[in-house]
């Protein structure tokens, strides 16, 4: 049961897009489209920003926005702020795992 | 409002056991699934069991099959965890969260610390 594989960091400055991939395999990513995402700012808890690889929660801002291709989710953040910086976390439900985290830094 | 809280963490010998508890408020508890999630410190998270709205399916990852027991008691509105013969690699913090188009609600989390 290894993780998802996400990069370690991404960067950017206010106002850019970034984009976070998550790459699994055709029997978890590739295969369903049960992907979501979690932001987790340092010690808070994780919050739900992406559900079912596209879908947005009430409240969470459309500068969020999913896609999936293949066995690749990916989360585009759009006109970057600086609340953005936090981990981020690709996850699963096709063999419930995570990502192991992607550190964005806001320049 | 959805309200989780979790209980029960603490400083435990490696080879003892602890009983978390995730207390759930506004919303219909019996109706969800519910998952617990642990994250080592300075660590990714990962997700370690599940259960259904029912009790069964339960799902639990390969690190801790054997050891750990989720359960519910939907009356009381309540998920638990069961942690036996605990190691050093089990120390964490562990969160509680309803399953509904993804995690869509955590706890606070509570603090697992297994050592000597």
């Known amino acids: 049961q290894s993780a998802l594989t996400q990069p370690a960091s991404v960067s950017g400055s206010p106002g850019q897009s970034i984009t976070i991939s998550c790459t699994g395999t055709?029997?978890?990513?590739?295969?369903?489209?049960?992907v979501s995402w979690y932001q987790q700012h340092p010690g808070k808890a994780p919050t739900l920003i992406i559900f079912e690889a596209n879908k947005r929660p009430s409240g969470v801002s459309s500068r969020f926005s999913g896609s999936k291709s293949a066995n690749t989710a990916s989360l585009t953040i759009s006109g970057l702020q600086a609340e953005d910086e936090a981990d981020y976390y690709c996850c699963s439900y096709a063999g419930s795992r995570f990502g192991g985290g992607t550190k964005l830094t806001v320049l | 409002q959805v309200h989780l809280v979790e209980s029960g963490g603490g400083l435990v010998k490696p080879g003892g056991s602890l009983r978390l508890s995730c207390a759930a408020s506004?919303?219909?508890?019996?109706?969800?699934?519910m998952t617990w999630i642990r994250q080592a410190p300075g660590k990714g998270l990962e997700w370690i069991s599940y259960i259904s709205s029912s009790g069964s399916p339960i799902y639990y990852a390969d690190s801790v099959k054997g050891r750990f027991t989720i359960s519910r008691d939907n009356a009381k509105n309540s998920l638990y965890l069961q942690m036996n013969s605990l190691r050093a690699d089990d120390t964490a913090v562990y969160y509680c969260a309803r399953d509904m188009n993804g995690l869509d609600s955590w706890g606070q989390g509570t603090l697992v610390t297994v050592s000597s």
């Open positions: 055709s029997s978890d990513v590739g295969n369903y489209n049960l």
């Open positions: 506004g919303f219909s508890f019996s109706d969800y699934y």
